[in-house]
């Protein structure tokens, strides 16, 4: 399966964006998916899971803010991010764990 992530940029402090991670050669409705983030310097973690189920899990510091959701008919999962912070600057990555797939990964900045 090939993962296409999508939508990063720049966006200022409080600001809101959306990524999508777009599945192919593979159906996403029977896969859990998570999206990740690595900063410089930092480990990559987990920011928002959803399960084939549709339950949620997410990172703390995002909780509230980020809103992880699937589409089965377009095979994507969307992270929605509202008031983006300058510590969410990291890049994106979405990730399958039934094809152990990581997507390319998509840069977003936060800043003034």
């Known amino acids: 399966v090939q993962l296409q992530a999508s939508g990063g940029g720049l966006v200022q402090p409080g600001g809101s964006l959306r990524l999508s991670c777009a599945a192919s050669?593979?159906?996403?409705?029977?896969?859990?998916v998570g999206w990740y983030r690595q900063a410089p310097g930092n480990k990559r973690e987990l920011v928002a899971a959803?399960?084939?189920?549709?339950?949620?899990n997410y990172l703390d510091s995002v909780k509230g803010r980020f809103t992880i959701s699937r589409d089965n008919a377009k095979n994507t999962v969307t992270l929605q991010m509202n008031s983006l912070k300058p510590e969410d600057t990291a890049v994106y990555y979405c990730?399958?764990?039934?094809?152990?797939?990581w997507g390319q990964g998509t840069q977003l900045t936060v800043s003034s």
């Open positions: 990730y399958s764990y039934s094809y152990n797939s």
């Open positions: 959803i399960t084939s189920g549709g339950n949620t």
């Open positions: 050669g593979a159906i996403f409705s029977i896969n859990g």
